[in-house]
Nanobody
Framework: QVQLVESGGGLVQPGGSLRLSCAAS????????MGWYRQAPGKQRELVAI???????NYADSVKGRFTISRDNAKNTVYLQMNSLKPEDTAVYYC??????????????WGQGTQVTVSS
């Protein structure tokens, strides 16, 4: 069993910054890709950013140049630095990880979600 625990959401004014963190723990052999998704009210969940192991990062067009994804493999943690936030960034942000467990099977895990609200 693997758990993803997110932190760092909250209320911020337009133009402000937030940093999200997501720590994975449990029966982890290796983590492949880690990423962030978001879901606004009435909309489908969408990819925000993804960072594969040893690969290049990928961002949604709407956040390029404003958001930065990074990971600390030693801590099994992924981060999302969000700058120049806009009201349209308001959503629940979910962490995702593709994990090879200690039984050598691959699973896709999700965090519980953290609310980000951008409003004046």
């Amino acid at each position: 069993q693997v758990q993803l625990v997110e932190s760092g959401g909250g209320l911020v004014q337009p133009g402000g910054s937030l940093r999200l963190s997501c720590a994975a723990s449990g029966s982890i052999f290796r983590i492949n890709a880690m990423g962030w998704y978001r879901q606004a009210p009435g909309k489908q969940r969408e990819l925000v950013a993804i960072i594969p192991t040893g690969g290049s990062t990928n961002y949604a067009d709407s956040v390029k140049g404003r958001f930065t994804i990074s990971r600390d493999n030693a801590k099994n943690t992924v981060y999302l630095q969000m700058n120049s936030l806009k009201p349209e960034d308001t959503a629940v942000y979910y962490c995702n990880a593709v994990v090879i467990t200690t039984t050598f099977r691959e699973y896709n895990y999700w965090g519980q979600g953290t609310q980000v609200t951008v409003s004046s």
